[in-house]
């Protein structure tokens, strides 16, 4: 993957960086820690400019999220509580559970859209609960552009100023990477695993 991400920043510039950060948003597995601090080595050696690097990394990371965020809205709460009410304990929300949480993103979404992009593994989720809960384009937009272009800014810079050392920048970022993943992977066993309890006292509250 490293062969095939240097390659591509190499022999398309902007646009590769653009495609890169499209791509790592439609599948996680792509690395924006490797894409992007590769892209500001590239522009230390004065192949490519920063600043244009940051624009065009956060304009593909933008429509990438975009992509998420369209299927969150085609889902809709209506066709997530029909699910929810046939395979409720896999995805760990109950239909009264639904509108609750919709209600919950709208009066905090674009906080939790903002900082969101900035967390790896968190980055590309956000745009789900965005779209499912209604989120107006426009917000949208507005917080996913401003959290996206200071994620992109902190990589692509720390690859300009490490130069050939950029790949320590995803050295220190990996763990950090994983330790969210973890902490998602153990928290949807949790919901799984009390899902029957939580619809329970469901009535009740």
Do not use: C
């Not at 763990?175 to 998602?184: E, F």
């Amino acid at each position: 993957m490293f062969d095939w991400i240097v390659g591509m920043v190499e022999q398309t510039g902007y646009l590769g960086v653009a495609l890169l950060m499209f791509a790592e948003n439609l599948f996680p597995p792509i690395p924006s820690e490797l894409i992007l601090p590769l892209a500001g080595f590239t522009a230390a050696r004065g192949d490519l400019g920063l600043p244009m690097i940051i624009v065009s990394g956060t304009v593909g990371a933008v429509l990438g999220a975009l992509f998420w965020y369209g299927i969150g809205r085609w889902v809709g709460s209506r066709r997530l509580k029909q699910w929810a009410a046939r395979h409720g304990r896999w995805l760990t929300i109950a239909p009264e559970e639904v509108d609750e949480a919709a209600a919950h993103f709208r009066e905090h979404g674009g906080r939790a859209v903002l900082i969101g992009r900035m967390i790896p593994a968190v980055r590309t989720l956000i745009s789900i609960p965005a779209g499912v809960s209604n989120m107006a384009l426009v917000p949208f937009l507005l917080y996913t552009t401003v959290g996206t272009a200071i994620w992109t800014t902190f990589l692509a810079s720390a690859g300009y100023l490490l130069e050939d050392r950029y790949q320590q920048v995803s050295g220190w970022l990996n763990p950090v990477s994983n330790i969210v993943a973890a902490g998602i992977a153990l928290w949807y066993i949790y919901r799984v695993a009390t899902f029957g309890r939580r619809s329970a006292r469901q009535p009740a509250e």
